[in-house]
């Protein structure tokens, strides 16, 4: 649990720009989710900088039956919240060793496919609420605030980022109010899914509400 929460609080750190240049993390595309037919909660988690059904036909050469579950629109950052999405998920790894590509595949994890719709919806969500500087692709003054008052992956009540009382909680609703009428513009991801007979059943939108991801 340690190095998760270590991971993740690296991970949201990390510029997204070196030397001026962006990082790959700063790429735009899509982050997509993937069953198959050996596992019936196991799905693999990934980014693409094309449409993830391009993704699948590739996974089907080491996966028989690999189906596309659900993936965001193509939104900014996407490596980014893969990263977070694996940091986030980190326990629940599955690290193997691929009998057809020889290749040893680490981006599947033992879930229920509501936890991986889950976590890729809050990270997405999260980068809507353009947590990076423009100039220099730093972490912003309210997210790194936020990250030394306390950050708590695992707490049973939602306490995120840092807010453990309600006199906390009401500060930080003031400062959260503050910096959304501070975004330029508002964001959105829309996150598909599909049955199990690969028809899209749902086109759930994730906003940048800043008050949402305190929750």
């Known amino acids: 649990m340690r190095a998760r929460r270590k991971g993740l609080l690296r991970t949201i750190r990390a510029p997204l720009m070196s030397r001026g240049k ?3 993390s700063a790429q735009k595309g899509y982050v997509y989710i993937v069953s198959r037919d050996a596992d019936e909660n196991c799905f693999k988690i990934g980014f693409s900088k094309h449409h993830p ?14 189906k596309l579950i659900a993936f965001t629109s193509a939104i900014q950052h996407a490596p980014r919240v893969e990263q977070l999405v694996h940091w986030d998920l980190s326990t629940n790894r599955r690290w193997e060793k691929c009998s057809r590509c020889k290749c040893e595949h680490r981006e599947w994890f033992d879930v229920s ?8 919806s809050r990270w997405a969500g999260w980068i809507c609420s353009q947590p990076y500087e423009r100039q220099g692709g730093g972490l912003k003054a309210f997210w790194s605030s936020h990250l030394r008052s ?3 992956p695992d ?3 939602g306490h995120y980022w840092g807010w453990h009382t309600e006199s906390d909680w009401a500060e930080t609703l003031v400062e959260a109010k503050a910096y959304r009428m501070s975004l330029e513009h508002v964001e959105s991801v829309k996150i598909h899914r599909y049955d199990e007979t690969g028809g899209e059943i749902e086109n759930a939108v994730v906003t940048d509400s800043i008050l949402a991801l305190f929750n």
């Open 22 to 24: 962006p990082m790959r």
């Open 53 to 66: 059904m391009k993704r699948v036909s590739r996974h089907r050469r080491c996966h028989d039956g690999a």
């Open 150 to 152: 306390g950050f708590d």
């Open 113 to 120: 496919k509501d936890m991986a719709i889950e976590a890729v």
């Open 155 to 157: 707490s049973l009540s």
